[in-house]
């Protein structure tokens, strides 16, 4: 199978190189990233064995599709899409949280529901809702920054005591969180989708916050089919989702969550096309166009020489 599963480029003034769980980030000038969305896929903070084809270009795609649509709430990083997998965009210095709203009570914040809890980050949570209910109002839960292993949970006033985010910045960073997240659910409700949760990120560049990273995709977001939620929550059944949920049920049905000890499950040629296919499908019922497939046969040399042109405009 032809997919990005690493790069090793190198090219003219760049200046460092960074390999995260799924994207490989080349720095330009100490001006500019290079961001290829490679086809890694990662659960539980774990990068799986096997690479999905058409993954990184379902998940750009769609990135650059949102952070276009919602430019007129903030600026973002964004210059160029000069590849299906590649965006290149502006340095900013980032904010080491990540701010994660949610609208509806599913996947971590139902776990912590489920197991007891009543409050997620500092956030308040009623008695009496049942798995994937729709909450009285959306909920910000930051969780923090982690370069390597899991993300935790933090509230707001452990980001303020800890002087993680300055109080005013995190008001601004609440105030846009909160707006894009009113853009997507419009932007979905066109779809006949539900925007269920999704993460945002943000970094400065000079005294300005940009919109960082990608926004609205299955990786950082849950989407459910409108049609039919309602008569499913009354029956108590499973909501029919868009996200990468169904991978993360995968691994726990085969006894892994990332967890100290646990073995990694066996990815066959079936289930890895099974994943990609599923992600194409995403990708047309969130953007509600048809997938279109590049040749992938030359991929990585396609995608080094779609940079090279681009690296050549920046100034």
Not at 7 to 16: D, I, L, M, V
Not at 86 to 100: D, H, L, N, W
Not at 134 to 157: F, N, R, W, Y
Request: proline content about 5%.
């Amino acid at each position: 199978m032809n997919v990005i599963k690493e790069t090793h480029f190198e090219f003219p003034r760049q200046t460092a190189f960074y390999k995260g769980k799924v994207r490989d980030v080349y720095t330009i000038e100490d001006k500019f990233l290079a961001m290829v969305v490679t086809d890694r896929i990662s659960a539980f903070d774990v990068v799986l064995p096997r690479a999905i084809p058409y993954k990184g270009q379902v998940l750009n795609q769609i990135a650059a599709r949102f952070l276009k649509a919602t430019e007129d709430i903030l600026p973002n990083w964004v210059i160029d899409v000069p590849d299906p997998s590649v965006t290149i965009g502006r340095i900013a210095s980032p904010f080491k949280v990540e701010m994660v709203i949610r609208g509806y009570l599913s996947g971590h914040a139902w776990r912590e529901y489920a197991a007891g809890k009543r409050e997620v980050c500092g956030e308040k949570l009623p008695d009496g809702l049942k798995e994937n209910d729709k909450l009285p109002q959306p909920i910000i839960t930051p969780t923090t920054k982690a370069a390597v292993g899991h993300d935790e949970d933090i509230s707001k006033a452990q980001i303020l005591k800890q002087g993680i985010v300055s109080e005013a910045d995190y008001e601004q960073l609440e105030a846009y969180t909160k707006a894009l997240f009113q853009r997507g659910t419009e932007l979905a409700n066109k779809q006949g989708l539900i925007l269920v949760d999704t993460k945002y990120e943000f970094g400065k560049i000079g005294d300005t916050i940009y919109l960082i990273d990608e926004i609205h995709t299955p990786d950082s977001s849950r989407y459910f089919y409108a049609d039919g939620y309602a008569d499913l929550q009354e029956k108590g059944l499973p909501q029919r989702q868009l996200s990468k949920e169904f991978v993360r049920k995968w691994l726990m049905e085969n006894g892994f969550q990332g967890k100290e000890g646990q073995a990694m499950p066996g990815m066959s040629d079936e289930l890895v096309l099974s994943i990609s296919e599923r992600y194409i499908e995403l990708y047309e019922h969130i953007v509600g166009e048809k997938f279109v497939r590049p040749d992938i046969g030359n991929i990585i040399e396609r995608v080094e020489q779609n940079i090279l042109r681009a690296i050549e405009k920046l100034n």
